[in-house]
T-cell receptor, first 112, second 111 residues
Framework: DAKTTQPPSMDCAEGRAANLPCNHS???????VYWYRQIHSQGPQYIIH???NNETNEMASLIITEDRKSSTLILPHATLRDTAVYYC?????????????FGTGTRLQVFP | SQTIHQWPATLVQPVGSPLSLECTVE??????LYWYRQAAGRGLQLLFY??????ISSEVPQNLSASRPQDRQFILSSKKLLLSDSGFYLC??????????FGEGSRLTVL
């Protein structure tokens, strides 16, 4: 079973920030939070990951709460091409890590 | 740079026929390898993962099997396909666990 809970769907206007929440209340101390997205009929694409500090890259920002029980993925200026299913996963990134479980994700619809 | 290839991209097979999907990774050594399945309108289901040659872990009971004959080769097989095996099959690899890199996917339709 997935260790994360996400809303099934969200809408966002083009050009606005999209804030995608994720709950992971049972996260353990050495587990990271990873975000992926899947555009229709393609393989998922890695976006960003973090442990406890906020992270930012060219695609998105990741805000992790101080107790690490939840996080938010922020797409600062959503475009139509950001319409996709977004998955939040918790995992330990050690060598030989075993299974990575995807939940059902959040379907983000960006509208003009 | 690392690349991942899986084939065939699409496949239409009758019920009861065998299946073989192949995945290869280039540009890395000793990767973790994964097979996921996505039924229509559903999330990703982990089927198998492997941390080394000949080491396969199965996540769900089914009529599918996986093999890893070489370090960077991962094969998904079935002796007799069922209608419920239809779906989008994705191979993925990682070196340090959480950061997965996915192939283009193989869409299987069982009739």
């Amino acid at each position: 079973d997935a260790k994360t809970t996400q809303p099934p769907s969200m809408d966002c206007a083009e050009g606005r920030a999209a804030n995608l929440p994720c709950n992971h209340s049972t996260i353990s101390g050495n587990e990271y939070v990873y975000w992926y997205r899947q555009i229709h009929s393609q393989g998922p694409q890695y976006i960003i990951h973090g442990l406890k500090n906020n992270e930012t890259n060219e695609m998105a920002s990741l805000i992790i709460t101080e107790d690490r029980k939840s996080s938010t993925l922020i797409l600062p200026h959503a475009t139509l091409r950001d319409t996709a299913v977004y998955y939040c996963i918790v995992a330990y990134p050690g060598y030989n890590t075993d299974k990575l479980i995807f939940g059902t994700g959040t379907r983000l619809q960006v509208f003009p | 740079s690392q690349t991942i290839h899986q084939w065939p991209a699409t496949l239409v097979q009758p019920v009861g026929s065998p299946l073989s999907l192949e995945c290869t990774v280039e540009g890395t050594s000793n990767p973790n390898l994964y097979w996921y399945r996505q039924a229509a309108g559903r999330g990703l289901q982990l089927l198998f993962y492997s941390v080394g040659i000949g080491q396969i872990s199965s996540e769900v009971p089914q009529n599918l099997s996986a093999s890893r004959p070489q370090d960077r080769q991962f094969i998904l097989s079935s002796k007799k396909l069922l209608l419920s095996d239809s779906g989008f099959y994705l191979c993925a690899w990682s070196v340090r666990g959480g950061e997965l890199f996915f192939g283009e996917g193989s869409r299987l339709t069982v009739l």
